[in-house]
């Protein structure tokens, strides 16, 4: 179904690998103020690390990964004692500090003072599954009705000026139908929005057909972090939602991917640059433009980029002429912006930027119990092991490592287990 939808031969592959990559992700603490549904990551009390150790991860990524920006997660990285420190730290290594959080504990003093550390971005991560309970006035609400939290913040950084504001969200089998609205609404504030990331649900649930072990040891599925006692979807996939945008915007065109480990033609991060205002959207950078931004930027900065700055994204006339002679999907853009000025030139006021949309489809199950990744991981994160021996590994699955000592292997139940599983539910 997938290559009817978007076809990976049209695409850029993009070119992040484990050693030279646009991203990195460091988590400095597991304490969270939110328990969302969802979460890989156990929410942990005073599990803050030194922020010696955490320079230590910074050192060792630097020893073995190029990369333009340092994901700042956890937990809560506003919770984290020596956040500004930590963030001056990353700034003064030439890298762009970006902070992932749910934006609690985000107050004004706060903001600017990350700002003067050298803060370059901020990812909130919003969405109806998060139990948002104690901010009262959010409890209950849907995901266009939490529009308004978004707007808040995204005026926040607005106002503290040139910080890339990004939003993030969990998309589940009833919240599918949202998606459209949300990428609406982030057209509607495209000045202050920079991109949109929908990140496709992955739990383990009663129905599994695998059986789980850590080396030789058997665990049992409850024990495992992300799993769930009920049936749930878990294999919406990036077309899926490709496809629901393509109801409120028919030409919606991805234009780069990374792939699965185990499937070339899943597309685990889908990217789609659009090029519009607040009013129109005139059209979707292609593949083309996608390998010149990356080429050109390694070739000047020896990395990836995988942020621009929102200066940058402002500059969405000026990248339409730039391109519109090397890129198939800027000139059908530019074509549309003309025919827009033309219409009416006093809209050449009109400040023309960039967005981003980005889907996440995180791990795949394959039938034979391999777990199809991100090939090119962005979000590898630090591990050490209880002998002392670093490594990078997937922040997605680390929950794991910590608890086992080891990635989960998933071996399919044979058909007697099938069958008493299937006694026990009618039982019930
Ligand atoms: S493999 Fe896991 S940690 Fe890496 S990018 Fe994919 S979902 Fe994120």
Known sequence: MENHVVDARNLYRLPWTMPDNGITWLEPTSQCNLNCYGCYR???KNSHKPLEEVKHELD???????????SIAGGDPLLYPDIVPLVADIKRRGLKPI???????????????????????????????QGRGREKEWMGKNELELCDLRLHYAEMLAAEGNIACSFN??????????VPQLVEWAQKHIDIVHTMVFILFRYITPDTPFNFYAGDRKIVMDDIHYHSDKSEVTDIMAPDIVNKIREKYPDFMPAAYLNGTHRPDHFKW?????????????GYAGSKFLELVMTLYHYKHDRYISYASPKTLGLGRTTLLASWGVDKGMRKAAGNYFKYLSANPFRLFKKVR???????????LMPNGDQSMCDGCPDITYYKDDKGREQL?????LEELMKYGDFLRMVPKNAIEVEQEQEKELVK
């Not at 990217?271 to 959207?281: A, P, Q, Y």
């Open 60 to 70: 060792f990524f630097q020893s073995m990964r190029k990369t333009d920006c340092v």
């Open 169 to 178: 969200s969990t998309v589940y089998d009833d919240t599918i139908q949202y």
């Open 99 to 129: 902070l992932n959080t749910n934006g609690i504990a985000l107050t004004k003093e706060l903001l600017h003072e990350l700002k003067q550390a050298g803060v370059f971005g901020f990812t909130f991560h919003i969405d109806s599954k």
């Open 42 to 44: 156990k929410n942990i």
């Open 270 to 282: 889908l990217l789609t640059e659009r090029v519009g205002t607040k009013d129109r959207i005139f």
């Open 393 to 397: 590994v997937w922040s997605c699955r």
């Open 354 to 364: 960039m967005q981003s949309i980005m889907i996440i489809q995180p791990v795949d």
